[in-house]
C-alpha cells in the first residue's frame, strides 16, 4: 500500500522554551511523532524559526550540538542567516533523534554530493529539510525517500517567468483554463511539489521543472508527464498544507516497496561492542592541542567534522547556498529562472514508462 501522507506536525521549540500549541512537552511531542510514523511511515514537522535559535549557549555547547555543521556555521556573517542555519540544523537533529529514540548530540548530519542531507550511519530513515523566511519544515520516513518544501503562500508565481520555466504546457493548459481566480496559489501549489519531489530523487533544482508535472485535482495530485498522461506505478505519494503563518509546505514520498522497518531505534542497529568503544574513546579527554573531540564525525574518521559539501557557501552578494540543491545555487525571490545546476546545463531525467 501507498504511503499516506499525514498532515504536519507542529513543534514550537525544544524543551525549555515554548512547545507546541499549549507549550507541549519535548516527551508529548515525541510520542506524537512515533504515532504518525507508525500509522503512516512517514511524518512532516513544522516549527518557527525564532523557537530553536539557542539562546545562551556556549561556544562549546553550540559545537558539540551542530556537528560538522559548526565550520560552516562560524563562517557565515550575516546575522538572520546565521540564525536561520544553526536553527534548521538543530531542528532537523531533533526530530530525527526523536525517530530514532535517541539524543539530538548523537545525531551525525552529512550531507550527499548534491547537498542532501542524511543521518550518517543510519540509512533505517530517510530525511529532508526546507526553510525560508520564519518557517522551518522536516520530512521523515521509513518507507523510502522524502522531499519536502516550504514557501510563502503569497509569493508571486503567477505572471512571472516562472510559470514559462516551471510548468509543462498540460499544467500551463490547467492555469490558463482556471482563470485568474487561485492561479497563483495553484502556482504556489505546483512549485512546491515540484521541490518535495526533486529533492525527494535526489536532484533538487537540476531536474528540469519542465520534464514533469502535476494533476491537481482538489486536495490530490498525481505525477504526469509534460503532455498530461498520467505516470504509471503508485509508489509516489505527494501532499500540500498549510503550517504557520501565511506559509505553504509540500511534501513528496515514495515507497520503494522493501517493507518498512517498525523499530528505528538506534539502539537495535548498533553492535554494542563496537558502541562501547566510540563512546569510551568519546569519554577520553583530548590531548592538549588535539583534535580529539566527543563529535560523531572525528569518531567515524572525518578529522575534520564537515563533509567537503557542507562547508561554507554563500553566494558572491552573501545569500546562502541552500542545503539541499547544487552548490552555486541560492534561495532568493528572484532566482526561479535559474534552474540549473552552477556552471551547465540542467540534468535531463528520463520519467517511468
Request: aromatic content about 4%; hydrophobic content about 25%.
Given at each position: 500500500m501507498p504511503a499516506r501522507v499525514g498532515r504536519p506536525l507542529y513543534a514550537g521549540g525544544p524543551e525549555g522554551r515554548p512547545g507546541g500549541?499549549?507549550?507541549e512537552p519535548r516527551d508529548e511531542l515525541h510520542g506524537r511523532l512515533h504515532r504518525e510514523l507508525a500509522a503512516t511511515g512517514s511524518v512532516v514537522v513544522y516549527a518557527p524559526v525564532p523557537g530553536w535559535v539557542p539562546r545562551g549557549a556556549t561556544d562549546a555547547e553550540l559545537h558539540l550540538r551542530l556537528g560538522r555543521d559548526r565550520a560552516r556555521y562560524e563562517s557565515i556573517g550575516l546575522p538572520r542567516v546565521r540564525e536561520r542555519f544553526v536553527a534548521s540544523r538543530l531542528f532537523l537533529r531533533e526530530v530525527a533523534a526523536a525517530a530514532l529514540r535517541t539524543g539530538p548530540e548523537l545525531v551525525d548530519l552529512a550531507y550527499q554530493p548534491g547537498g542532501r542531507p542524511y543521518v550518517r550511519g543510519c540509512d533505517q530513515i530517510d530525511v529532508s529539510l526546507s526553510h525560508t523566511e520564519e518557517t522551518m519544515v522536516v520530512g521523515i520516513t521509513r518507507r523510502g525517500r522524502i522531499g519536502v518544501d516550504v514557501e510563502r503562500a503569497d509569493r508571486r508565481l503567477a505572471h512571472t517567468g516562472s510559470e514559462r520555466q516551471a510548468c509543462t504546457p498540460y499544467e500551463k493548459g490547467r492555469l490558463d483554463a482556471g482563470g485568474e481566480d487561485g492561479r497563483n496559489d495553484t502556482m504556489v501549489r505546483l512549485w512546491t511539489l515540484k521541490e518535495a519531489y526533486s529533492k525527494a530523487l535526489g536532484q533538487g533544482l537540476r531536474f528540469r521543472f519542465t520534464e514533469f508535472g502535476f494533476a491537481l485535482d482538489g486536495g490530490t495530485a498525481r505525477l504526469v508527464r509534460p503532455d498530461g498522461t498520467p505516470v504509471p506505478g503508485g509508489e509516489w505519494q505527494f501532499g500540500t498544507f498549510p503550517?504557520?503563518?501565511g506559509?505553504?509546505?509540500s511534501v513528496a514520498?515514495?515507497?520503494t516497496g522493501f517493507g518498512?522497518?517498525?523499530d528505528l531505534s538506534a539502539g537495535t542497529t548498533l553492535d554494542h561492542g563496537l558502541l562501547d568503544a566510540l563512546l569510551g574513546q568519546a569519554r577520553r579527554p583530548a590531548p592538549e592541542g588535539g583534535a580529539g573531540s566527543r563529535q560523531p564525525a572525528r569518531l567515524l574518521g572525518?578529522?575534520?567534522g564537515v563533509d567537503p559539501v557542507a562547508?561554507?557557501?554563500l553566494a558572491d552578494?552573501?545569500?546562502e547556498v541552500v542545503a539541499d540543491r547544487a552548490l552555486g545555487q541560492v534561495e532568493a525571490a528572484g532566482d526561479l529562472g535559474r534552474l540549473g545546476a552552477a556552471g551547465g546545463e540542467p540534468q535531463h531525467l528520463q520519467l517511468p514508462g
Open positions: 500549541p499549549a507549550g503550517v504557520g503563518e506559509y505553504v509546505a514520498v515514495c515507497d518498512e522497518l517498525t572525518d578529522p575534520d562547508r561554507p557557501q552578494d552573501g545569500r
